[in-house]
Structure formats: structure tokens, C-alpha cells
């Protein structure tokens, strides 16, 4: 998946539990997003990153904090997760100088799914 | 908002065949226009990216076309094949940074051998 690896793949918690799902890449892109995507819906933005300590709100943040304190590691963390954060959540990359993947192509991670009991 | 809507829902078509699918977008004012292949399970992959100046990209056996001002863009696939059976996404993009895509909610495809 072009350098980028997401954990856990798979989680399974109960309602009120924190969780953080840990993004990394090895490619050195600027940019960084968590999206979830849920049948229906489509993928949908939650928080995006375009720099160390720099992050901002999607269209869906509420309930949902991010962190990027190294170029390479994008967390996402529920405080407190429900029920309707139960989804398949995906970390993406890009970059404007980037040469491999092509300057602004989005690049997926796996995803990770989440299971809120 | 910027709303992007892709049809068909789904498509079923046998072997060989040539196929299109749509995707259609209400704000004409976009930087670029990406299509994406899902696997079941897997993540995205990107398939062919068209800049807001470009009329149309090619890649092998896919052709992608963009018309911003109605709000159109679509996606040929030429002699399809099983192989190609996965989920088809597209996603506009506003401005140069920050890259907020707005997806649609894609096209299902099954290539019957």
C-alpha cells in the first residue's frame, strides 16, 4: 500500500472505551487525512494534516481528535467511542512534490475496521 | 456544498464488453477530478487523475473525461474483464492545498465471465 501502514486492522470495543488508530508512512508526503466510509455515505473527511503539529477539521470531526507530531505518524482518537463511530476508516497521503505516486494523488492505507459494542 | 453523485449504482456486464460510468458534480469550480478502484477489504487505489485544465487522461484500457462546465466527468472502460469487478469512486477536489476531496458514493461493478 505504497508506504503507508494503518493499526490496528481490525478493533472490536465497547461504547465509552478510547481508541487511537495509528497511521504511518514512509513516503515523506506533507499531507495527511483519516476519512471514514460507511455504506451509503461514501468516504467522508474527519480531520486532515498538512504538517507536523498542523491539522484541521473535516466534514465529520465531531467526537473525533487527531495528532501529528512526527512527518510520519497520524493519530486519530475517540475519546469516548459510541456506537456510530462503528466504520472502516482509512488514512490517506499526498503530496504536491510528490514523484512516485504523482503531485496531489490521493494514496490509501488498508484500512482499519472499528466495532463499537 | 459541493455534492458529487455517480450513476449507475451498480452494473453488471458480460466479459468483453465496453462500459462507461458517471460521475457528476454540482460546483463546477474544481481543481481536479480523481477516480479510484476499491477491492472488497482493501483501500483505494487511484486510478487516473485529470487536472481542471485537462479535457482527458488515458491508462491502458480506461479513459477518463472531464467536462467542468456541466459538471461531468466520466470513466470508459474498454473490453472489460473479470478482473476489473470492484467498486469504481470518484472524488473532486476544491483548491490547490489542503485537498478536501468530496467523494461520491461510487459504482459497483461486475464483469460476468
Known amino acids: 500500500d505504497a508506504g503507508i501502514t494503518q493499526s490496528p486492522r481490525h478493533k472490536v470495543t465497547e461504547t465509552g472505551t478510547p481508541v487511537t488508530l495509528r497511521c504511518h508512512q514512509t513516503?515523506?508526503?506533507?499531507?495527511m487525512y483519516w476519512y471514514r466510509q460507511d455504506p451509503g455515505h461514501g468516504l467522508r473527511l474527519i480531520h486532515y494534516?498538512?504538517?507536523?503539529?498542523?491539522?484541521d477539521k473535516g466534514e465529520v470531526s465531531d467526537g473525533y481528535s487527531v495528532s501529528r507530531s512526527k512527518t510520519e505518524d497520524f493519530l486519530l482518537t475517540l475519546e469516548s467511542a459510541t456506537s456510530s463511530q462503528t466504520s472502516v476508516y482509512f488514512c490517506?497521503?499526498?503530496?504536491?512534490?510528490?514523484?512516485?505516486?504523482?503531485?496531489?494523488?490521493?494514496?490509501f492505507g488498508a484500512g482499519s475496521r472499528l466495532t463499537v459494542l | 456544498k459541493q455534492e458529487v453523485t455517480q450513476i449507475p449504482a451498480a452494473l453488471s456486464v458480460p466479459e468483453g464488453e465496453n462500459l462507461v460510468l458517471n460521475c457528476s458534480f454540482t460546483?463546477?469550480?474544481?481543481?481536479?477530478l480523481q477516480w479510484f478502484r476499491q477491492d472488497p477489504g482493501k483501500g483505494l487505489t487511484s486510478l487516473l487523475l485529470?487536472?481542471?485544465?485537462?479535457r482527458e487522461q488515458t491508462s491502458g484500457r480506461l479513459n477518463a473525461s472531464l467536462d467542468k462546465s456541466s459538471g461531468r466527468s466520466t470513466l470508459y472502460i474498454a473490453a472489460s474483464q473479470p478482473g476489473d469487478s470492484a467498486t469504481y469512486l470518484c472524488?473532486?477536489?476544491?483548491?490547490?492545498?489542503?485537498?478536501?476531496?468530496?467523494f461520491g458514493a461510487g459504482t459497483i461493478l461486475r464483469v460476468k465471465s
Open positions: 472524488a473532486v477536489r476544491r483548491g490547490e492545498y489542503g485537498n478536501k476531496l468530496v
Open positions: 485529470i487536472q481542471s485544465s485537462q
Open positions: 494534516s498538512y504538517g507536523v503539529k498542523d491539522t
Open positions: 460546483d463546477s469550480a474544481i481543481y481536479n
Open positions: 513516503e515523506n508526503h506533507r499531507y
Open positions: 490517506a497521503i499526498s503530496d504536491p512534490l510528490a514523484r512516485h505516486s504523482g503531485a496531489n494523488v490521493l494514496t
